[in-house]
């Protein structure tokens, strides 16, 4: 029976790929870059995608990932790369300030709070992190918050689900579920905790044969039907 739901934050319960683009926009704005062309954002977005995969491998840092993504992003469009750092702090601030929420997924969580337990499993700074949780009110249906940088290790490694069944205990694994839209790092991590997995696939993207997921959905209201099995 499941009753411990482990939620993503970022690319789930929010649209992340929005905040980023409104968070971009905002500091172009404020640090007078000039035109944010939508080419741009793509090519951002990618490249945020590319050290975040290195992150979850193990081959940077965060330290590493959060300015030097802007490093590179900057040097790519002929912006002073020195303004990175302050730049960065900026924009984690500008991300945990805006929220669009995916698939009603505020009124998903007040709904599924009386009957399940409810945690949050994120990577990232906590402070952008849980100011993103005030931002959206997500907080009163909530039990729990498990985010990266309090831990000091990313999902999907062995350390950051250690961390989660150390606090809700071992023996509830089999009470619990993670819900995701990342494979590497949501689905992969669960899979090797040995915990169900819910890919929350949107874009219908192939699954992997590789992968023993257990379910797949592509609107986070259909989480009731898994959760009925």
Known sequence: ?????????????????????????????????????????????????SYWKRLERGEITKEQLVIDRFVEFFSSIGVDTSIAPDFNRQYQYS????????????????????????YIVTNGPADTQ????????????????FISGEIG???????????????LGTENKSH?????????????????????TCWYNPDYQPLPDTMPIDYTIQDLNQITTCLAV
């Open 153 to 167: 290790a990313e999902k999907p490694s062995p350390q950051f689900f250690d961390a989660v069944f150390a606090s």
């Open 1 to 49: 029976m499941t009753d411990i739901l482990l939620w993503d934050l970022d690319g789930t319960l929010l649209n992340f790929k929005a905040a980023e683009r409104s968070s971009l926009l905002h500091c172009f704005a404020q640090f007078q870059l000039g035109t944010c062309t939508e080419q741009m954002i793509r090519d951002y977005s990618a490249l945020n995608d």
């Open 95 to 118: 991300l945990g300030d805006t929220v669009f929420y995916q698939d009603h997924s505020y009124e998903l969580l007040e709904q599924l709070h009386s009957r399940y337990r409810q």
């Open 130 to 145: 849980y100011h993103k949780l005030q931002t959206a009110r997500f907080l009163p249906f909530l039990d729990g918050v």
């Open 176 to 196: 619990m579920l993670i819900i995701g839209d990342s494979l590497t790092s949501d689905m992969a991590g669960g899979i090797r905790a040995g915990i169900r």
